[in-house]
């Protein structure tokens, strides 16, 4: 279960992952527990050619998981099949709080549009439906809510009183510090 899913987005270069990357500090400094998912239109590569675990995809290994003590990895190869939707890949992911997803576009869910007037191209807003939320750089004339982008923490507000009006009940909580001990 992923609890709340969310969406961010926008044009090429508009601050997407700058916004998202801004946000989760925040989330985790508050006790929640956050995934984010993001699709790509290019080939993933995590390793080059020449590292084992792509030697072994490219001989053929269904899946690679790249394991060390810090973190892991599986890359599955796809082998022609379709691509999974954005509900399967949710499925994949461990429970977490609160999902951020950057891109599957087509998929219906709830997204705020990252929007900057100045980078020249048109808001995704009023065409897509699933824009919620603008966060902006400038004053938009929106029916919609417009957060302030230079303020990731007004943008978690919102996310978080989303997920309230939701029905998603766990609320964020400060996480415990622990003094350290001297030796």
């Known amino acids: 279960m992923q609890g709340f899913v969310i969406g961010i987005a926008g044009s090429s270069g508009s601050g997407k992952t700058t916004l998202i990357t801004a946000m989760l500090p925040w989330f985790r400094s508050h006790g929640l527990s956050v995934n984010v998912v993001k699709h790509s239109h290019h080939p993933l590569e995590l390793e080059p050619p020449t590292k084992d675990s792509a030697r072994f995809r490219a001989a053929g290994a269904n899946e690679v998981m790249v394991a060390s003590p810090y973190r892991y990895a599986i890359v599955r190869e796809l082998h022609g099949e379709q691509e999974p ?36 191209r048109e808001p995704y807003y009023p065409r897509d439906p699933s824009i919620i939320a603008l966060a902006t750089d400038a004053p938009a004339d929106a029916t919609l809510p417009c957060l302030p982008l230079n303020d990731p923490t007004a943008v978690v507000l919102y996310i978080l009183a989303l997920r309230a009006s939701r029905g998603v009940r766990r609320e964020p909580r400060p996480v415990p510090q622990f003094a350290s001990i001297a030796a």
């Open 85 to 120: 939707t954005l509900a399967q890949q949710l499925a994949r992911l461990s429970p977490a709080d609160l999902t951020l997803v950057e891109g599957f576009r087509g998929d219906a869910i709830p997204r705020i549009e990252v929007f900057r007037p100045a980078h020249g």
